[in-house]
């Protein structure tokens, strides 16, 4: 790569301290409060769009900005289109623009753009005139080929223009002056400086009207960290500082757009400008959706609402015709998902553990899904790269079925031989059908064909007979036995009966029993049992091969748990290593 063509950030970024900036003190603040918030989606995002939005798409953002909560939106650029012009005098005529918004347009500082800006805007109740030029060492040296006085004379004029149009036509409106100095990363500070404070001495803001001086990084040209200082040094030097709002309208150019809003805000800009999901030129603009969400895992009121974020996904996607990646922060359909084993056991325990406590906190999970209208459902998906856990949660939540630990890790030994086979994600329907074939289908070599329970009124040690009829390779037996349960006589029946004339015994070692939970997908009145079981020889009592888990799903309690030891002595069969019927 030719990295000899590039130089870093230098010149004018080395920003001294003085007497008003003694020290850098943004490293040591925090986010505690939402700032202002103006989405540029319909101007700057919508410039940046490969068809532009029509009237009717650009209505259907308006409108669901509104729904999200937004009080400053800018709405276009009245001068540079007829779609933007006609837009802003519909909305404006219609009625559409609650008493509490502020629609902002844009101009630059030319005086046939702002005549037509003025007449675009008339009538509406509250009204920011954004007005700009660009500002920067190397647009005034190879673009305008203008010295520093040129540049700032055009601000200088252009603002006189507005406020006197201002005064002369639009009375009974509430006007506010927004001024960029584009470029304001490119810019030297103290030329910055210059501009803004003659900006604001043309202007006369009051601290009841203040001006709007928004410092933009046109092109992201440094790490965030610079940013921040370019923006305290200048709320440090700016004039009458309580009567300007500083704004900032960071792009993504590096791929930090976030971090240097959040560090312009640090450093003490009041004001946030950028649109939904990062639209705008190049890699874009700040992400607006991302910064609240940002702010609410931290505890922060972002004081607008994303609790139907899919909905602004649908709007979002429809209106620029762009696509939100599926690993985008917080949108993506992607996002809150899990394959790796390790991240899906963490998750399923956290969201158990965070059952009982009112603060979110669960492995992987920094926000809620829930809350921000995504659902559960999608939160553990399992490929080849998953484990016990994620198969497990998958089917609790969406089969109801609990499974204990060690069945868990037997069962997924299955679920990943058929991902390795397939290479693919393995669905929920896919996992339960896998659950099904081996252990609720299978019937051979032994299935059970009825059975009588009675309890002895005695309550002796033995208490519990139970009669039963099984067909054992492709014979049936009547067998009999007692325990002090249900499973214990049923084990006792098919040793004595089955088992033992061919030299083995079944011993259990596990039994869980619970009601199937509640889910879409579920019975919820069916029991689910698991047993494990071992086969050992009836003579010495050496164990033959490893010992298997069954399950069994029954509205009735002990036919589940029979269910049960019946599966687990089929998947003993199946495995080979126990020879039942030898």
């Known amino acids: 790569m030719k990295v000899e063509k590039y130089r870093s950030f230098q010149n004018w970024y080395q920003i001294p301290f003085d007497d008003k900036w003694p020290k850098r003190t943004w490293p040591e603040k925090r986010v505690t409060k939402a700032p202002r918030w103006c989405t540029v989606d319909l101007r700057d995002g919508n410039q940046a769009l490969v068809n532009p939005m029509n009237h009717e798409k650009k209505l259907r953002l308006f409108l669901h900005l509104l729904k999200l909560g937004y009080k400053e939106i800018e ?20 009625g559409l623009i609650p008493d509490d918004v502020w629609i902002q347009v844009l101009t630059q500082c030319r005086e046939p753009l702002i005549l037509r800006t003025i007449e675009g805007v008339k009538g509406a109740k509250n009204v ?37 149009l ?9 006007v506010r002056l927004e001024y960029s100095p584009e470029s304001f990363t490119g810019t030297e500070l103290d030329f910055a400086l210059d501009v803004c404070n003659a900006v604001v001495d043309v202007w006369k803001p009051t601290p009841d009207k203040q001006v709007i001086l928004n410092l933009p990084g046109t092109v992201e040209m440094c790490t965030p960290n610079v940013y921040a200082d370019q923006i305290e040094w200048m709320c440090a030097h700016i004039k009458q500082r309580d009567c300007v709002c500083i704004s900032v309208h960071p792009h993504n150019d590096r791929g930090t757009g976030i971090a240097a809003a959040e560090l312009a805000l640090m450093a003490g800009a009041d004001r946030v400008e950028g649109c939904l999901f990062g639209n705008g030129e190049r890699t874009g603009n700040v992400c607006l959706v991302t910064l609240a969400l940002n702010m609410f895992t931290q505890g922060i009121d972002p004081e607008v609402s994303y609790v139907e974020l899919e909905e602004t996904i649908n709007v979002a996607e429809h209106c620029t015709e762009l696509k939100v990646p599926e690993r ?25 553990a965070n059952k009982k406590h009112d603060v979110w906190e669960v492995p992987y999970l920094p926000i809620d899904p829930q809350d921000i209208g995504r659902h559960y459902e999608a939160i553990i998906r399992v490929n080849s790269q998953s484990g016990k856990g994620g198969i497990a949660y998958i089917l609790e939540q969406e089969y109801g079925i609990a499974l204990p630990k060690d069945c868990q890790a037997e069962f997924a030994q299955v679920v990943q031989k058929i991902s390795d086979k397939t290479s693919k994600e393995i669905s929920g329907l896919q996992i339960f059908d896998a659950f099904k074939q081996t252990y609720l289908d299978p019937q051979e070599p032994v299935s059970l064909v009825d059975y009588d329970l009675s309890t002895s009124s005695a309550q002796k040690e033995d208490d519990v007979t139970l009669k039963a009829r099984v067909r054992a390779a492709g014979k049936e037996h009547e067998i009999v036995g007692k325990g ?7 084990v006792t029946a098919l040793n004595e009966f089955v088992f033992r004339p061919k030299g083995v015994e079944v011993h ?19 029991a689910v049992a698991s047993v494990r079981c071992q086969a050992v020889s009836s003579t010495s009592g050496s164990p033959q091969g490893k010992s298997r888990f069954g399950v069994g799903l029954h509205r009735n309690t002990n036919t589940a748990v029979l269910k049960a030891v019946i599966s687990a002595v089929n998947c003993l069969s199946a495995a080979g290593d126990a020879k039942l019927f030898a």
């Open 484 to 490: 002090n349960g249900p499973v214990s006589a049923f």
């Open 166 to 174: 201002v005064d002369e036509r639009m009375k009974g409106m509430n």
């Open 328 to 352: 985008y922060p917080w949108a993506g359909s992607l996002v809150y998902t899990a394959f790796s084993g390790s991240h899906q056991d963490a998750i399923k325990k956290g969201l158990e």
């Open 75 to 94: 709405v276009g650029f009245p001068a540079a289109s007829q779609t933007d012009f006609d837009f802003i005098r519909y909305i404006i005529e219609e």
């Open 128 to 164: 920011v005139i954004h007005v700009y030029n660009s500002t920067s060492e190397l647009q005034r040296r190879v673009v305008f080929k203008k010295g520093r006085e040129d540049i700032k004379q055009l601000a200088l004029e252009s603002v006189g223009l507005v406020k006197k």
């Open 508 to 526: 259990l070692s596990d039994y869980h029993s619970e009601a199937r939970s509640q889910c879409k997908n579920a019975e919820g009145s069916e």
